[in-house]
Structure formats: C-alpha cells, structure tokens
C-alpha cells in the first residue's frame, strides 16, 4: 500500500481593515515612501487597531471560519489545530486553544508554534506528521499575528516592515501522488541575539524598568539578519529542489518568506525562477511573520492546479530557516 502523505485541501485567510500607507508611516517616524520600497519593498501594510481589544485569535479565528466555509467542513470534524505565532494573546494558555473555542471546535487537541517567521512552516511540518502516522484525519495549521502589538512606532528601522494578518490551511491524508513530498528545517540559536524581544519573557519579567526602556518591542540588528536570510533562504531552497531533482521549469511557484523584496529576489534568482513564478504579496501586507506563506497560498489560490509543484520557503527570528516541496492538492474552484 502506498504510504499516507499529507495534502492541503484548502486555504483560508483573514487580514484587519487598517491600511498603514508609508506616507502614514512618514508622519509617525523620520522614513519615506521611496526609502521604504527601495530597501525593502512595501507600499502599505494591514494593522489591527489595539483600541479594538482584540489579538491574534481574532484574526486567527476569523481566517479558520473561512478556511471551514471553504472547505464545507465542521469544526467538529477538526482532530488538530496548531497555530503558529510570535503574538500570542497571552504568555499562556496557547492561543490555539482560544481560536478552537471561538470557532466551536469541540473534537480536538490544540497548541502554538514559535519559530518566529518560520512558525507556519514548522507547523505545517509537525501538523503532516500526525496525518501520515494515521493519527489525525483533518488538521488545521495557521499562522495569525498581530505585530503591530510588538512594534515600536518610534523606531525607523523596525516600523516599516511589519504587518497583521493571518491565514490557516486543511491538511488531509492522501496516498496520491500529491501533497507534502519533502521538508529541510534548520535552526541556529546564535541568531537570537540579532532578533528578539528584550522583556516579558522569564529572564527579564515586565517592570517599570523594561517598559521605560521599550524593551517591549521587536529588537533588530537589520544587516546581520539581512545577511543570513539571503543565504539560508537560498541554501535550503534551492537544496530541496536538487535533492528531489526539480528543475526550475517543472517548479509552479516559489512561496517565500516576505521579509523583504531583495531577499526574496535573491532566493529566486539562486533556484533559476522567473519572476512569474514567485508568490510577492509583500507590497500590501509587509511581514506578517507566521502569516506571511498562507497569505500568499490564500491570494494565489485560484492560480494553482492540481499536483502543481510548490517550493515554501521561510528565515526567521531563532534563527530558524527552511523548506517544503509540495505537489498541490486541488483546482480552485
Ligand atoms: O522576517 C524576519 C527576518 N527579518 C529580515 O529578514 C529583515 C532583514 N533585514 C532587512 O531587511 C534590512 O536590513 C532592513 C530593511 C531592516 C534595513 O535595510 P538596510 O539596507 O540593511 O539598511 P541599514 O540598516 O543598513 O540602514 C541604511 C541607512 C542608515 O542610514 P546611514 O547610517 O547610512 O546614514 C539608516 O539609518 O538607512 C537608514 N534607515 C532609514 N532611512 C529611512 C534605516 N531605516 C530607515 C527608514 N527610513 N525607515
């Protein structure tokens, strides 16, 4: 009997009203539109008002509401919900388990992933092992942030590029020809000291001290970051496309990380693809972190084919990097 692989059957995604334009942003912190693009390459990007007192749950739940509606699937039905995310609601309990109440789901077991801007991508790893073991049947992965919630609006450097948003994905056994053929994951702790969030965490508990000295906020040393992302991202992508000998034209879409248009271009350029074939949202959304994969699979759906050859590709705080060829498991319709 073939072996049970792990297929996504379909996308769901969620993002707030609030469009954050550069030129906003000018007004807020000494930038500008063409620095922003330039170096970067974001035009705007999505914010969940904090005077609406909700979190990453909200715009987890509402995405995974549309990823059910999608699929004309049950919450009941739904034996897994992993949700990847640096935004938290709370410290504890799981954000996971806050989304399943809000959506009834009633049947399942729950739990977060942090792997900064590689969480989705570790998820969906950890969520196709519990379908290929024959332990779960349906299983939800999703990345859902709200960074705003952890941006410094005073600092140049960090504000311009992140965003919220959240989009979640079915995964379903399959023992087809399609679904989640091979993953390359990677870390290297060293990386945390060049991004990361200084307090709140048990070395350093919030005090008065912490939030006078904005340590609440993402820290990011930009060039070292910069630096490793272009080579890791590149590395793991174009290895998992020799290992499994894809050449760029049997390759449908490339879905990067969107931390930043030069690194993404640099990934590409590294594994022999053409523009056409790159998923590059990151104009209006900016760096939604764990969001930013489902977001894409989400706003390319309707371009992607059944048994298409899909290359996920993601750098992120920890460091954390890696990539999963997929065979795609559906005609939009
Ligand atoms: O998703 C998680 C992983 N994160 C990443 O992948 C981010 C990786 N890093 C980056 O994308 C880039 O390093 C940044 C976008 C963060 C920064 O771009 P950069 O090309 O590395 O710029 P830089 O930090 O070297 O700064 C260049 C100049 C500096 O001015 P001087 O010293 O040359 O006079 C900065 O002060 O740009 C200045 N600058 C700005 N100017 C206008 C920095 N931020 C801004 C700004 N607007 N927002």
């Known amino acids: 009997m073939n072996k049970i692989k792990a297929v996504i059957t379909g996308v769901g995604s969620y993002i707030p009203k609030y469009i954050l334009t550069n030129d906003e942003l000018s007004t807020m912190v000494d930038t500008n539109?063409?620095?922003?693009?330039?170096?970067?390459?974001?035009?705007?990007?999505?914010?969940?008002?904090?005077?609406?007192?909700l979190g990453s749950s909200y715009l987890g739940s509402k995405a995974v509401l549309n990823l059910l509606e999608k699929t004309n699937t049950k919450p009941?039905?739904?034996?897994?919900l992993i949700c990847a995310t640096v935004t938290p609601d709370h410290v504890f309990p799981a954000t996971a388990n806050i989304i399943c109440d809000k959506v009834g789901i009633k049947n399942a077991f729950s739990f977060d992933v942090n792997a900064g801007c590689s969480g989705f991508l570790f998820a969906l790893s950890v969520g196709s092992k519990f379908i290929e073991t024959g332990k779960c049947k349906k299983v939800i992965v999703l990345g859902a942030e709200v960074m705003s919630s952890i941006?410094?609006?005073?600092?140049?450097?960090?504000?311009?590029?992140?965003?919220?948003?959240?989009?979640?994905?079915?995964?379903?056994?399959?023992?087809?020809?399609?679904?989640?053929?091979?993953?390359?994951?990677?870390?290297?702790?060293?990386?945390?000291?060049?991004?990361?969030?200084?307090?709140?965490?048990?070395?350093?508990p919030a005090s008065h001290a912490t939030v006078d000295a904005r340590e609440h906020f993402i820290y990011q040393e930009g060039q070292p970051v910069f630096k490793w992302a272009v080579s890791k991202m590149a590395d793991v992508s174009d290895e998992i496309?020799?290992?499994?000998?894809?050449?760029?034209?049997?390759?449908?879409?490339?879905?990067?990380?969107?931390?930043?248009?030069?690194?993404?271009?640099?990934?590409?350029?590294?594994?022999?693809?053409?523009?056409?074939?790159?998923?590059?949202?990151?104009?209006k959304y900016g760096n939604t972190t764990?969001?930013?994969?489902?977001?894409?699979?989400?706003?390319?759906?309707?371009?992607?084919?059944?048994g298409d050859y899909l290359i996920l590709s993601t750098f992120g705080a920890g460091f954390t990097w890696g990539a999963i060829l997929l065979k795609w498991g559906y005609d939009s319709k």
């Open 33 to 53: 539109d063409e620095w922003i693009m330039t170096r970067i390459g974001i035009k705007e990007r999505r914010i969940l008002k904090p005077e609406e007192g």
């Open 290 to 306: 764990s969001a930013t994969l489902p977001l894409c699979l989400s706003d390319w759906e309707s371009q992607l084919k059944k």
């Open 76 to 80: 009941e039905e739904i034996d897994l």
């Open 151 to 204: 941006v410094d609006y005073t600092d140049r450097s960090v504000s311009p590029i992140f965003g919220d948003g959240s989009g979640a994905v079915l995964l379903e056994p399959t023992t087809g020809e399609n679904g989640i053929i091979d993953e390359l994951l990677e870390v290297d702790g060293v990386g945390r000291h060049y991004l990361h969030q200084k307090a709140g965490g048990s070395v350093k």
């Open 241 to 283: 496309m020799k290992r499994n000998n894809i050449t760029a034209d049997q390759l449908a879409f490339l879905v990067p990380h969107q931390a930043n248009l030069r690194i993404i271009d640099a990934t590409a350029r590294r594994m022999g693809l053409e523009k056409e074939k790159v998923m590059i949202n990151i104009q």
